[in-house]
């Protein structure tokens, strides 16, 4: 299999479990604490953003400019726009060695999905949980869609 599609399929369930994590919250989910030196979601999701785009920044070969982003909301809408993003760059990709893309999988792709599996936490923490989800029997997660 073609290591774009393992790497836009990745990309795909990031979207799909990240919109799961967050979809329907409580007004204050994003400023929820769970304690000294734990990011607050808000937090937590805008750290995803950014190494999102710096994973697309680094492929593209440009230098990596952190963004700041205010409001729940906002930063949401920037999680999708940096994700298409680097989907359409890794899509085009032509000129990629394999320990560069193990690297990605291995590293900010990786910590991503993770910090996906702390929102999740934080939420049930939060006293919001949400049902589980039998994700060998989800249709939802195709390559591209990332409009939830």
């Not at 000129?95 to 929102?119: F, N, R, W």
């Amino acid at each position: 299999m073609d290591y774009k599609i393992i790497l836009r399929h990745h990309l795909a369930t990031l979207a799909f479990r990240t919109n799961y994590a967050i979809k329907d919250a409580q007004d204050n989910y994003s400023y929820f604490s769970a304690g000294q030196g734990v990011r607050p979601p808000g937090e937590m999701l805008l750290h995803v953003v950014q190494m999102i785009k710096a994973t697309d920044d680094n492929l593209n070969g440009n230098t990596y400019i952190k963004i700041e982003i205010d409001g729940w909301e906002n930063i949401i809408s920037e999680f999708y726009i940096q994700l298409n993003k680097l989907d359409n760059t890794i899509k085009n990709l032509t000129d990629v060695d394999e320990d560069q893309i193990l690297k990605l999988y291995q590293g900010p792709l990786s910590d991503a999905m993770t910090h996906v599996g702390q929102l999740m936490t934080l939420r049930r923490m939060s006293c919001d949980a949400l049902d589980g989800m039998n994700f060998y029997k989800e249709d939802s997660i195709k390559i591209g869609k990332f409009d939830f």
